[in-house]
């Protein structure tokens, strides 16, 4: 093992990461070299190199340290066969005793979720989310039942690129949820909210969780989608003059701010522009953008700008 050991700085540059970050992953969560020969510096095994890459491969995908650290440990045992690390209490096991995946200190509906989303079973899904939303409504179902599951599922994947199939079938089973929140209640009037995409962005569940929440507030809403190019975003908002148009971008690379100097730029310039979702930094937004925290965030300047409009018509 000794001839396959590494020092810090050829693993840095394996990584492509600084060695101070590899010093901090070191100091903060245990992350470090496991080789010691007396007399000479510590270094990195093979195996040290697979949870350092995992880390490096989670926090690039926007996961955070502490729980990327977490996967990091168990990714070597991830890849080989045998019985999955233990999470009693994290996650949801299937039923066979594999793969688990970690919900938090989520309540028993978000690990019923899990369980069922290993089995792929797509009535139990259907049954826990349906309950959810008749229970407790849009925005609770989501922070509390289908992030934390959501978010599991992708952590799980980035740590062993396993579960895809698991992940496609609970996205679809959420879309479908979502879209019957919006059938059952159909606001009336024109749709003053225009949900989109940004550009090359794929992940659309957010904005159909914010659409069911707006048909639930009796908000109507036009919903683009997922990947809009800003040139058909501008076509749209040229054609239905919304009152306010919600930006969703999920990762740095899909969050250009002209996106949104576009929007403000347009000649039918809406009263309010949000830039949704964790891909926008807040020190790029050009002035005039609103980015909301949270979906009930969002919700409640979206149920603002419908009451302020409706003053208007009133007086």
Do not use: E, H, N, W
């Given at each position: 093992m000794a001839d396959e050991a590494l020092s810090a700085g050829v693993v840095a540059r394996r990584l492509g990461i600084a060695v101070t970050t590899l010093r901090t992953w070191h100091q903060r969560y245990g992350l470090g070299p496991s080789e010691h020969v007396p007399g000479r510096h510590r270094r990195y095994t093979p195996?040290?190199?697979?949870r350092l890459e995992t880390m490096r491969r989670l926090t690039a995908n926007g996961v955070a340290p502490a729980e990327a650290a977490r996967w990091?440990?168990?990714?070597?045992?991830?890849?080989?066969?045998?019985?999955?690390p233990r999470t009693e209490g994290r996650g949801?096991?299937?039923?066979?005793?594999?793969?688990?995946?970690?919900?938090?200190?989520?309540?028993p509906a978000a690990r019923g979720l899990a369980?069922?989303?290993?089995?792929?079973?797509?009535n139990a899904i259907n049954e826990v989310i349906d309950r959810?939303?008749?229970t407790g409504g849009v925005v609770v179902t989501w922070d509390t039942l289908l992030r934390p599951v959501l978010a599991g599922l992708g952590e799980r994947h980035a740590a062993t690129a396993a579960l895809i199939e698991v992940e496609h079938l609970v996205s679809r089973c959420v879309s479908e949820a979502f879209a019957a929140v919006v059938r059952a209640h159909a606001p009336n009037g024109p749709p003053r909210i225009l949900l989109s995409c940004a550009d090359e962005e794929q992940h659309s569940l957010p904005l159909e969780a914010l659409g069911a929440a707006l048909a639930e507030a009796g908000i109507a809403h036009r919903l683009l989608g997922a990947r809009v190019p800003v040139r058909a975003l501008l076509g749209a908002v040229h054609r239905t003059g919304p009152a306010a148009v919600v930006l969703w971008s999920q990762t740095r690379s899909t969050a250009d701010p002209t996106q949104l100097t576009a929007l403000l730029a347009g000649p039918r310039r809406p009263l309010l522009v949000f830039a949704a979702g964790p891909g926008w930094r807040a020190d790029s937004l050009p002035a005039g953008v609103v980015r909301p925290a949270n979906l009930a965030e969002a919700l409640s300047l979206a149920a603002a700008v419908r009451d302020s409009l409706d003053q208007s018509a009133a007086g």
């Open positions: 195996a040290d190199l697979i990091a440990v168990q990714a070597p045992d991830a890849a080989l066969p045998g019985p999955a949801a096991r299937d039923g066979g005793g594999g793969a688990t995946i970690p919900v938090g200190r989520s309540g369980r069922a989303a290993m089995r792929l079973d797509s959810a939303i008749r």
